[in-house]
C-alpha cells in the first residue's frame, strides 16, 4: 500500500516571502499522479497542483511549483511571494495510475498548517 | 459547471439517531468517494463506487455505516445508529474513472457532523 508523508505539522511565513512544504511518499509503481490540495478555514478541499510520474518536467502554477525527485520519492510545495490567503492547511496526495482500475483513490498524507505573518 | 453538491452542512444530533448524508457528483463523473476528516486520524477513504458499484468498502468503521449509489447521479452515507465518536466532516468527491481525465478528486464542501 502506498503512504505519504508529510514531516511538518505546521510552517510558518512572512507576507511576500517563500515557503517550502515537503512531502515523501512510498510506492512500487512507476507511474502515478501526484497532488497539493489546499483546505482553508473554510474546509472546501482544492486543488493546488498535480504531478504526473511521467513528466520530468516540474508542475507550475502562478506562484504555485513542485520538486518532484522521483528518485528519492519526493514532491514538495513551494509557495513565491507568499499571500493572507494561502494561508490553510496543505495536503500531499497519491493516486495510482488511472489506468489501474479497482485501486484509484486518493492516500493523503497528515497535512501541514501554513500560517502567513503579516 | 456545478461541482460535488453535499447535503446537509451541518448536522446535529443525539447519540442513537440515524444519519443520513447526500452527494451529487459532478456529470459525467463516473467514481464516487466518501472521505471523513477527523483531527486524531486525518483524511480516511470509507468507501468509493465506480460505475454505482462499490469497488473498496475496507474504510468503513463498521456495520453501523452504510452507502449507496442508486443512479450516476445521487449518493447516500449512512449512520445508524450515530455515536459521538461519529463526529467528524464527512466529504464527498467525484472523479472521472479509469483511463480518462487528470486524475484529480474533485471535492464537495463536507458535511459537519456533531454527535451529542
Known amino acids: 500500500a502506498q503512504t505519504v508523508t508529510q514531516s511538518q505539522p505546521e510552517m510558518s511565513v512572512q507576507e511576500a516571502e517563500t515557503v517550502t512544504l515537503s512531502c515523501t511518499y512510498d510506492t512500487s509503481e512507476s507511474d502515478y499522479y501526484l497532488f497539493w490540495y489546499k483546505q482553508p478555514p473554510s474546509r472546501q478541499m482544492i486543488l493546488v497542483i498535480r504531478?504526473?510520474?511521467?513528466?520530468?518536467q516540474n508542475a507550475t502554477e502562478n506562484r504555485f511549483s513542485v520538486n518532484f525527485q522521483k528518485a528519492a520519492k519526493s514532491f514538495s510545495l513551494k509557495i513565491s511571494d507568499s499571500q493572507l490567503g494561502d494561508a490553510a492547511m496543505y495536503f500531499c496526495a497519491y493516486r495510482s495510475p488511472i489506468s489501474n482500475f479497482g485501486n484509484e483513490k486518493l492516500t493523503f498524507g497528515t497535512g501541514t498548517r501554513l500560517t502567513i505573518i503579516p | 459547471d456545478a461541482g460535488v453538491i453535499q447535503s446537509p452542512r451541518h448536522e446535529v444530533t443525539e447519540m442513537g439517531q440515524e444519519v443520513t448524508l447526500r452527494c451529487k457528483p459532478i456529470s459525467g463523473h463516473n467514481s464516487l468517494f466518501w472521505y471523513r476528516q477527523t483531527m486524531m486520524r486525518g483524511l480516511e477513504l470509507l468507501i468509493y463506487f465506480n460505475n454505482n458499484v462499490p469497488i473498496d468498502d475496507s474504510g468503513m468503521p463498521e456495520d453501523r455505516f452504510s452507502a449507496k449509489m442508486p443512479n450516476a447521479s445521487f449518493s447516500t452515507l449512512k449512520i445508524q445508529p450515530s455515536e459521538p465518536r461519529d463526529s467528524a466532516v464527512y466529504f464527498c468527491?467525484?472523479?472521472?474513472?479509469?483511463?480518462?481525465?487528470?486524475?484529480?478528486?474533485?471535492f464537495g464542501e463536507g458535511s459537519r457532523l456533531t454527535v451529542l
Open positions: 504531478q504526473e510520474a511521467y513528466k520530468q
Open positions: 468527491a467525484s472523479s472521472l474513472a479509469a483511463g480518462r481525465g487528470t486524475g484529480e478528486l474533485f
